[in-house]
């Protein structure tokens, strides 16, 4: 989830920031800090960083120092005891808005639908792990379920165990998606890792399909393929779409994250990864080992905000450290993740001559 009032309110001072227009700084951290939810909103929890895939677009496989984790379930429980999901007439309104201003209707499927549409409503449940490896997702799906909240994570369909995939379904998973880079064995390995291939995946999600549609379980099944700017990376994912055609998917191609790891920057199509980053004002993350980190791509968790073991989200995100955090992307504060490992634009790019 993020704090879809936030996002509305700044849209204005987005489109004029975005037109060149020039807004005294010391005035917009004032106004920011007063669209501010002072409630928390967390983005996702990531429930294990512990993955047995070697994927060569991810930093986990290369950078990550971190040990491997999984977040106890006390943690878990306590971080959700604090958490409520958006009044309905909340989300009638963000999906105006979406619509007004950004053309995407509720009925479209494409990467800017699913951020926009399925994201903001989730709590993801993962972060540089696979959840899939985690033996307590199924009763987590439950709370969710149970508190009213929508359960959302992506993982590795070669990790697929129908049982607990089974019991994930029955207990409300909302959506699940499965990444899915070629049609090819070899290339997938490739890509991948030696734990990864396309066949026996597609027989289990097609299996997957199966139990869901006999009983009626409310689950989307999103299957999705990076664009890592690959040599005839259009033509897999049109053989990816032909493999999938007629079935009961929700399939995109996706825009490449974080592209300054592979220091082959080639575009993107997201809305989320064009416009100047929100997080710190809109949303928090929960690691693994309980600590809020600045959000889910701190892989090393280099900023860290605070214990959720220890410390209630609200005193975290009303804290000194995440003040700082919010001043440090005004500053383009050198040497911190944001400025010298991410993407996105910072506010304070806006201000700097």
């Not at 990531?46 to 120092?65: K, L, V």
């Not at 299957?223 to 929700?250: C, H, P, S, W």
């Not at 959000?295 to 220890?310: P, Q, R, S, T, Y």
Request: aromatic share 12%; with cysteine; charged share 30%.
């Amino acid at each position: 989830m993020f704090d879809i009032d936030f996002y509305m309110k700044m849209n204005p001072l987005r489109k004029r920031l975005d037109a060149g227009e020039k807004i005294d700084r010391d005035e917009l951290i004032a106004t920011m800090e007063g669209f501010r939810n002072k409630k928390p909103v967390v983005y996702n929890i990531e429930t294990t960083n512990a993955c047995n895939m070697r994927c060569e677009m991810c930093p986990r496989t290369t950078m990550m120092t971190r040990p491997i984790e999984t977040i106890d379930r006390a943690t878990f429980l306590g971080v959700v005891d604090q958490l409520e999901p958006f009044y309905e007439a909340q989300w009638r309104e963000w999906e105006g808005f979406v619509e007004t201003e950004y053309g995407v209707r509720k009925t479209d499927m494409s990467e800017n639908h699913f951020f926009l549409y399925i994201i903001p409503k989730v709590i993801q449940l993962h972060g540089y792990g696979d959840p899939l490896l985690d033996k307590n997702m199924p009763e987590y799906v439950r709370i969710l379920s149970e508190k009213g909240m929508h359960s959302y994570f992506s993982c590795n369909p070669s990790n697929i165990n129908i049982k607990k995939m089974r019991n994930m379904f029955e207990n409300g998973l909302d959506y699940i998606k499965y990444s899915i880079e070629t049609v090819d064995d070899v290339l997938h390995k490739k890509i991948r890792g030696k734990a990864s291939d396309f066949s026996k995946s597609y027989e289990k999600i097609q299996e997957l399909l199966r139990i869901k549609k006999e009983n009626g379980y409310k689950t989307t099944i999103i299957i999705t393929m990076l664009n890592l700017n690959r040599q005839n990376q259009m033509k897999d994912y049109e053989l990816l779409e032909k493999a999938f055609d007629g079935l009961d998917v929700y399939i995109y191609l996706k825009s490449e994250d974080q592209q300054w790891y592979r220091q082959d920057y080639h575009g993107t199509n997201s809305v989320h990864w064009s416009e100047y980053c929100k997080h710190p004002w809109m949303s928090m993350t929960i690691k693994s080992n309980a600590e809020a980190a600045m959000c889910m791509e701190d892989f090393n968790n280099e900023i860290v905000l605070g214990d959720a073991k220890k410390e209630s989200l609200a005193d975290i995100w009303n804290g000194e450290r995440y003040r700082k955090l919010r001043m440090d992307h005004f500053l383009l504060t050198k040497g911190i993740k944001c400025t010298a490992q991410c993407d996105m634009k910072l506010i304070g790019n806006y201000f700097s001559v």
